[in-house]
């Protein structure tokens, strides 16, 4: 529960990701002196899905019952004083820095309260003073600090500290932004979003990005911290509840969308809530929906949907993300994105892979060079020879992204579909396309890899 506000000053050095093993029962298990994959994934598996099950169980039968000792929850909230996006130049004052200690305080206090000390936050600030630059989602017309742009700072915070998910924020509001950008043709129709999240618990590491903002009038100094008394406080709750959201589809469950706040014409068995009429923004639904408390009746009768007390075990992000590793044949070349981003190629050059949890033993390969792509087969089509390659997340073809890593005697492993015929990414040659081929009783040398964690 201790909090550190460390100032850094024009960090610039882009600095490459050192994943740090997370410790505790959710790391995977552990490796040999030479680095490889000693123990068996399914082992790993086994022990998710049984986090699963009991959540599930609690859930289904409204137990609230609280954890005998609350999970340790770690977030890297970093503060980018100065962002521009072509003339607009937004910056952060000392009263803004002194306002978001603030808002981090009063989230990691709050956020703990609401949830009946099932998580124990710790929240790590900083300030970077190194100039960023925006990215406008050219669909809506707003701007938003993108996580590819501040990776190198994120990368840094985290050589040394395993962090479960990242909150980054911005100022653009105040006298001195407004007097700055008065000029610019676009002022007042162009501004930077409240809050977004592009990455969640489905992701390598969550990310949510907010705008700062004023304090209303009498809010600030906060009075009590275990009340979310700052609006800003509210806006990062509702980011990060979208973090969340994938519960629903890990748990097989009902779980609430962080908008079905708008009632039963869009989000159909849930009441509707007003904005900001008995609490700031739309508190009064999030509350309920952190304690497992929201009423919903779209099956026909009442049951309580959101976060139950063993949910909280599930949102680690150690959980599902198993590290970093590479993946080479049994010449020693790495699997590897080709020099077009979209399909895998063998490699003399090391390339690193995420590995995480895709349920029901499965597991999902994300190349570290492009966060956003998933090891993908061709289609989605479960034929012998079918190519496999590289495609964004798709959950509505979710077979298609997800690999089941079996164990060979000899210690390496075949990379297998997780369709019913298990065929098996085989890969002859850099300049073929790899496919899926069936396994004829011994596997052969070009469906084995030996699959090396990378420690820090």
């Avoid at 049984?50 to 609690?58: K, S, W």
Wanted: hydrophobic fraction near 35%.
């Amino acid at each position: 529960m201790k909090r550190k506000v460390l100032i850094i000053i024009s960090l610039c050095m882009i600095l490459t990701m050192i994943l740090v093993v997370p410790p505790g029962v959710n790391s995977l298990v552990a490796a040999s002196t030479e680095n490889k994959v000693a123990g068996s994934f399914s082992e790993k598996a086994e022990e998710i899905d049984q986090l699963i099950r009991e959540a599930r169980e609690q859930y289904l039968k409204e137990d609230y019952t609280r954890l005998s000792e609350p999970v340790k929850y770690r977030i890297l909230w970093i503060g980018f004083t100065h962002v521009k996006y072509g003339d607009f130049d937004f910056q952060m004052t000392d009263f803004d820095k002194e306002y978001l200690d603030a808002a981090a305080l009063n989230f990691e206090k709050s956020v703990e309260q609401i949830v009946d000390h099932n998580l124990d936050i710790e929240i790590d600030l900083h300030f970077v003073d190194t100039i960023k630059d925006l990215t406008m989602d050219s669909d809506e017309y707003w701007l938003f600090l993108k996580q590819e742009t501040v990776q190198s700072e994120i990368d840094r915070f985290c050589e040394n500290t395993y962090y479960d998910t990242v909150f980054t924020t911005v100022q653009t509001a105040g006298k001195e932004n407004d007097a700055r950008n008065m000029r610019v043709p676009e002022y007042g129709e162009l501004d930077v979003i409240q809050g977004l999240k592009t990455e969640g618990l489905e992701s390598e590491m969550g990310y949510s990005t907010f705008n700062l903002g004023e304090p209303d009038p009498g809010t600030y100094p906060l009075d009590d911290p275990e009340i979310p008394s700052l609006y800003v406080t509210v806006v990062a709750i509702h980011e990060w509840m979208h973090q969340l959201e994938y519960m629903g589809e890990m748990l097989d469950i009902e779980y609430p969308s962080t908008h079905a706040y708008k009632g039963p014409e869009s989000f159909p068995g849930y009441q509707e809530y007003v904005q900001d009429l008995n609490d700031y923004d739309y508190l009064e639904f999030y509350r309920p929906v952190l304690q497992g408390k929201l009423p919903y009746t779209g099956d026909g009768k009442l049951k309580h949907v959101g976060m139950y007390p063993k949910m909280w075990k599930l949102i680690r992000r150690d959980v599902l993300n198993q590290g970093t590793f590479t993946i080479t044949n049994p010449d020693g070349k790495y699997l590897a994105l080709n020099a077009e981003g979209t399909g895998l190629t063998l490699s003399e050059t090391e390339s690193r892979w995420f590995i995480l949890y895709g349920l029901e033993g499965n597991y999902i390969f994300v190349p570290e060079q492009d966060r956003e792509l998933r090891m993908d087969l061709a289609e989605g089509w479960d034929k012998e020879g079918n190519p496999v390659h590289l495609y964004i997340r798709n959950p509505d073809y979710r077979d298609a992204q997800r690999w089941k890593i079996k164990e060979n005697a000899d210690q390496t492993y075949c990379i297998c579909t997780a369709y019913s015929s298990g065929r098996a990414l085989t890969f002859s040659d850099p300049l073929d396309d790899p496919t899926i081929q069936t396994i004829a009783g011994t596997p052969e040398k070009t469906q084995k890899w030996t699959i090396t964690r990378l420690e820090h």
